[in-house]
């Protein structure tokens, strides 16, 4: 039932306040006689001892999956500090990539049935490590054969891009961040303001929604174009990675999500006064590291256009003009759930615009179930 929404994709776009909300509740804990804050987590409390032990903790996916877990790998790195590998299942396979009986392997999947991240599990229980899931789909098949995990509790998603799954995927995977990290007191500070930060994520979300018009009218802008850039860093790759995704899959459009660390290594080549470039741009240890990007790409004549924290645009767009989204700031590592909502925004409105099916687009499935 999509309700007052034309499209499921819109709706599920439109609900991630809801689906965010739903995803923590009964799960983060505030307050109580001692004041403190926690996360809990019941279908892994019992395996957290053996992930802390791990020597490395490898995440599986494919498509919008692969990059939440590459939006999550930041915090997990720094609250557990366990080394963090993110793995498309295809390419394990492909390499029969080593997997040790001390690994934590994660496999994220909306549906729980692709066929690569399932094989991946199948590779990686043969292996010995402990297989640890995090899915949408109760029953599902990787819910069925992990040895534990997480239901995300997004509710359902019918659109095939997927859009309120990845930031529930992001929310779930900073939660186990900090719940491996929770026995460590020097990040207790860190962990409390990412426990507040989640508190008022579904409200920040809500306030970035608001964008909606201002994404028609830039996709209004771009609708004849033949390519889209969008480049972030930090905690912000996967966002260009699946703000590309989305822009690709739906509208169309070639998009490619680029780390703005290599941009001199190739990119910077295709720069010109008629590429439209979106450049992720907001507040985080990066942001000088992404102010001196933007004034190369600006002396190269580049199209800006630049995702900043509200109240920022003169500082993050120096070196010349361009066109800014301001987003609400939150703590750092919850930052790419924000940033991605105008990017969704965006693709979807370009996908009406140019006169695309926007559920169903061409040639692709929601859950590919074969290799
Ligand atoms: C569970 C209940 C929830 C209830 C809550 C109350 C289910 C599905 N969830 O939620 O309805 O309100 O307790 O305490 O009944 N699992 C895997 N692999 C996966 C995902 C999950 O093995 O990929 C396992 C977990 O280890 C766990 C079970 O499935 O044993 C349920 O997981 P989850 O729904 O995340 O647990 P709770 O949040 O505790
Ligand atoms: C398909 C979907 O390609 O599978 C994508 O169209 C999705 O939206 C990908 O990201 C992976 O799916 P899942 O269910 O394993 O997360």
């Given amino acids: 039932n999509k309700g007052k ?21 009964g799960r983060l804990i505030r307050g109580g006689s001692c004041k403190s804050m926690s996360v ?9 001892k053996t992930i802390r032990r791990s020597r490395r903790i490898v995440f599986i996916g494919c498509g919008t999956s692969y990059n939440a877990a590459l ?45 690569d991240t399932l094989q991946a599990l199948e590779y990686a229980l043969e292996n010995g490590a402990l297989c640890v899931g995090i ?43 900090l719940a491996i990290g929770d026995n460590t007191l020097s990040s207790q500070a860190r962990r ?13 979300v809500k306030e970035v929604l608001k964008l909606d ?13 033949q390519s889209l850039l969008v480049f ?39 720069v010109d006064e008629t590429l439209p470039i979106v450049v992720v741009a907001t507040q985080d240890a990066c942001f000088s ?24 645009a003169a500082s993050a767009c120096v070196g010349g003009s361009c066109r800014v989204i301001e987003v609400p700031q939150v703590e750092d590592c919850l930052q790419p759930v924000i940033n991605i909502v105008p990017l969704q925004l965006l693709a979807y409105h370009l996908t009406v615009l140019r006169g695309y099916n926007v559920d169903q687009p061409r040639n692709l499935a929601k859950s590919v179930t074969t290799q």
Avoid: W
């Fill in 71 to 115: 939006a999550a790998r930041p915090i997990l790195e720094e609250l557990s500090g366990i080394p963090v590998s993110v793995e498309i299942a295809s390419d394990l396979l492909d390499r029969q990539g080593p997997i040790y009986r001390e690994d934590t392997a994660i496999f994220v999947s909306q549906s729980g049935e692709t066929a």
């Fill in 289 to 312: 590291k992404q102010q001196s990007v933007i004034q190369q790409l600006h002396a190269r004549k580049g199209r800006l256009i630049v995702m900043c924290t509200k109240g920022d």
């Fill in 5 to 25: 929404y034309e499209h499921y994709m819109q709706k599920e776009i439109h609900e991630q306040p809801e689906s965010l909300t739903t995803t923590m509740r």
């Fill in 213 to 225: 018009q201002e994404m028609k009218n830039l996709a209004q802008l771009l609708i004849a174009e």
């Fill in 232 to 270: 972030g860093r930090g905690y912000n790759y996967a966002t260009a990675l699946e703000g590309a995704l989305k822009v690709k899959e739906v509208a169309l459009m070639h998009s490619e999500g680029i780390l703005a660390g290599e941009m001199k290594h190739g990119p910077l080549a295709l």
């Fill in 135 to 177: 899915t949408n789909t109760v029953g599902s098949a990787i819910a069925r054969h992990t040895h534990c995990g997480v239901h995300i509790n997004a509710g359902c998603e019918i659109g095939v891009a997927s859009t309120k799954a990845y930031t529930s995927q992001i929310v779930v995977m900073a939660m186990l961040a």
């Fill in 192 to 204: 409390e303001a990412i426990i507040d930060g989640l508190f008022d994520l579904p409200s920040k």
């Fill in 40 to 48: 809990l987590l019941g279908g892994i409390k019992d395996h957290l």
